[in-house]
């Protein structure tokens, strides 16, 4: 009886907190967007005011989800209040009434001491309904309101000047590719710049960017762009309100926003904080190299190892690890400048390039004395700017002084254990991970780089230059060997099966959002991954076998199959690939290489949706059901519709409208075109 009761009580403050969360969200997102079109005015002041209120918004519907949370807490307060006042007092109706639903649990109470794990999960249901409402009507809200502002922004920026951009992300361009297109030019908000850039340099934090967009994009508008690259060189032409410092004509240094970037284009945004002047004794190029990799050397080695530059301070010993890459080359030149040793490791074809840049000692890292990290003097290090991959606390350890301490500028999950167990310990060596996003107090690190580079101190050494026309290629260079973010043709030995594998020549390959996700995951695991960890995309493959490992019973060379291959590894772009033989079968001769390779994942995966979830037997013996197939024109969709109907089934199918036709003749007994919006009583097409 009591859990009766309790799932009616509960079934109406789910229904009452939905129906107040989605009147408060959604009245605030319209009310909001109206405010916006209201506001919506022409000439720089409109933009300005549009561009404040798409920033505030979302702080706006936070916020708002924060009194949400209090009004439904006091609403739970309030009732158990009620129910209490109800036993106390007695005078009226509605109180006698409430005062019996106490009586009744309360002579109930035997019975639900018995019922306390049906009870328990009446409550979980209850909560997790109410925060599942809550978050749907959240991001309809906020949904609504990005959507809306982004077409608003949009037309108001019509008829502005277009300009040349590599987009990088999913919206535009494909997932790890950038694509070349024209987007209108933007225009200064308080305390900005328009710069016309004239030169633009690449660094592994524009990956990141990127992986943080990813992770962002749920809370960011569809077509959200990034364009990649932060530091950059060139002229301003337009400044924002409030800005005091720069005019146009002005020729400066700039690290742009890193979320949004802009580099890749023919004009950037930067905040008047993250901007200082460029004399005309420092070249472009020299410049655009600066921000990010000489700020984060000039951080490590003043601020964390308490270097002092002017050779004021002590004598220390330091290593510097990937010394020839962006940031190592910079902190191999600062640490010179203070009263300092240095120790360098980098590859063979670089030893003598660090070795001019100021290195006491050059180690090449490919060599047993390089993986140790040992100084050839025997010198033990007060610190290490570690600028590479992972490497364990075991191997820095022993090469650290008395109170040594590893300055980690590339932190995975080891290196951050390591630092909390260093922290909790008190131990006098120490790993500190270095973790920074650019602020205002970095103009006035920036401003220094720049003078020692006009003085003739420090030089930044150039890989290569590209116009804007290859950037795509030079980003993929950037990235190379770092993080995955674009595919590279490039020539790797065949692989070898191993026991219970066979190696296939592949015939046909095709692809899935599955790929993607697999990427997303070496992404997560990269940092326990070996440093040039491979990924070929795709995994749906059909081929001829060329070659089987130990175990192998089922297969032999020459054998036609289809096959499914390590979804962490993948291996379908590619001439050959490695397949267990348990995630293989024979290909018939009446199936084509390209229909077979269409079949593994999406066909397996409709296949398990209709027989193991919605229990349907495909040779008609069991029961009639009714079937809805969404995305029907899709990979899953279009095998699902076929086995649909292999079954006892009435299928519906969704597609789009080019598609409709199609999907009618795998099957369907009703199409619907998922743009429309249709009354029941309206027929679908047949």
């Not at 005019?247 to 904080?273: F, Q, R």
């Not at 901007?275 to 984060?296: C, D, K, N």
């Not at 260079?477 to 219970?500: C, F, L, N, Q």
């Not at 809805?628 to 279009?638: D, M």
Request: charged share 20%; hydrophobic share 45%.
């Amino acid at each position: 009886m009591a859990v009766i009761l309790l799932k009616l009580i509960f079934s109406i403050i789910t229904t009452f907190s939905n129906v107040i969360t989605w009147l408060i969200f959604t009245g605030t997102a319209k009310v909001l967007v109206q405010a916006i079109q209201v506001l919506k005015v022409p000439g720089e002041g409109g933009q300005r005011v549009l561009e404040q209120v798409r920033n505030v918004t979302k702080t706006c519907l936070d916020y708002l989800m924060e009194l949400i949370i209090a009004a439904i807490s006091t609403l739970f307060s309030s009732l158990f209040d009620l129910l209490k006042e109800g036993v106390l007092n007695s005078s009226s109706g509605l109180v006698a009434a409430l005062t019996g639903l106490v009586e009744i649990l309360k002579t109930s109470l035997s019975n639900v001491v018995e019922d306390i794990p049906k009870v328990l999960d009446v409550f979980i249901e209850m909560v997790g309904k109410i925060v599942g409402d809550f978050l749907n009507n959240c991001n309809d809200a906020i949904g609504y309101v990005r959507e809306n502002v982004l077409t608003i922004i949009l037309l108001n920026m019509a008829g502005k000047k277009l300009m040349q951009a590599f987009v990088y992300g999913r919206s535009v361009g494909g997932v790890v590719g950038l694509k070349h297109v024209e987007i209108p030019v933007p225009s200064p908000s308080k305390g900005e710049v328009l710069i016309k850039l004239e030169a633009t340099s690449l660094n592994p934090l524009d990956y990141k960017a990127y992986m943080l967009k990813v992770l962002l994009r749920p809370f960011l508008a569809r077509n959200f762009p990034l364009i990649p690259a932060t530091d950059v060189a060139g002229e301003v032409v337009e400044v924002g309100y409030g800005v005091k410092n720069f005019k146009p004509g002005d020729k400066v240094v700039a690290i742009l926003s890193l979320l949004v970037g802009g580099g890749l284009s023919e004009y950037g945004i930067a905040k008047e904080i993250l901007t200082v002047s460029r004399p005309p004794q420092v070249s472009l190029a020299e410049a655009a190299g600066l921000p990010i990799a000489g700020i984060t050397a000039h951080m490590a080695l003043t601020q964390f190892a308490h270097l002092k530059l002017d050779k004021t301070g002590p004598h220390k010993n330091i290593l510097i690890t990937n010394a020839s890459g962006g940031v190592g080359h910079y902190a191999v030149q600062l640490a010179k400048l203070g009263n300092a040793h240095v120790t360098a490791t980098c590859g063979a074809r670089n030893l003598n390039l660090v070795k001019n840049l100021g290195a006491d000692e050059v180690l090449d890292y490919k060599t047993s004395e390089g993986a140790t990290l040992k100084s050839p003097s025997g010198k033990k290090y007060d610190a290490v700017v570690h600028c590479g991959p992972p490497i364990a606390w075991s191997v820095f350890e022993p090469n650290l002084s008395e109170d040594g301490m590893v300055i980690d500028l590339t932190p995975g999950p080891s290196s951050m254990w390591t630092f909390l167990v260093k922290k909790i310990t008190f131990s006098k060596k120490k790993l500190l991970p270095l973790i920074w996003y650019p602020k205002g107090s970095n103009h006035q690190t920036l401003e220094h780089l720049v003078e020692l580079v006009k003085d003739g101190k420090l030089k930044t050494i150039i890989d290569s230059k590209c116009p804007l026309s290859e950037a795509g290629e030079a980003w993929g260079k950037s990235i190379d060997g770092h993080a995955t973010g674009k595919i590279i043709h490039v020539e790797i030995p065949v692989p070898s099966p191993s026991k219970g594998e066979v190696l296939i020549k592949l015939e046909a390959t095709s692809l899935n959002p599955l790929d993607y996700k697999a990427y997303m995951l070496i992404v997560f695991l990269r940092p326990f991954l070996a440093r040039n960890f491979p990924l070929i995309p795709a995994t749906d493959v059909a081929g001829e076998v060329v070659e089987v490992g130990y175990g192998v019973k089922n297969f032999k060379p020459g054998d036609k199959v289809v096959a499914i291959l390590s979804l962490l590894v993948g291996g379908g772009l590619s001439e050959y690939g490695i397949a267990k033989e348990i995630l293989m079968v024979s290909r018939p001769p009446q199936v084509s290489p390209v229909e077979a390779a269409g079949l593994p994942i999406a066909g397996i995966t409709a296949h398990m949706a209709l027989i193991q979830s919605a229990h349907l037997k495909l040779d008609k013996t069991g029961p009639h059901k009714n079937i809805l197939i969404t995305n029907a024109s899709e990979g899953v969709g279009h095998c699902a519709v076929q086995l649909a109907k292999l079954g006892n089934a009435h299928v519906t199918a969704t597609c789009g409208a080019r598609n409709l036709n199609l999907v009618k003749n795998l099957g369907m007994d009703e199409v619907i075109d998922y743009k429309t919006q249709r009354s029941d009583s309206q027929e679908p097409l047949r």
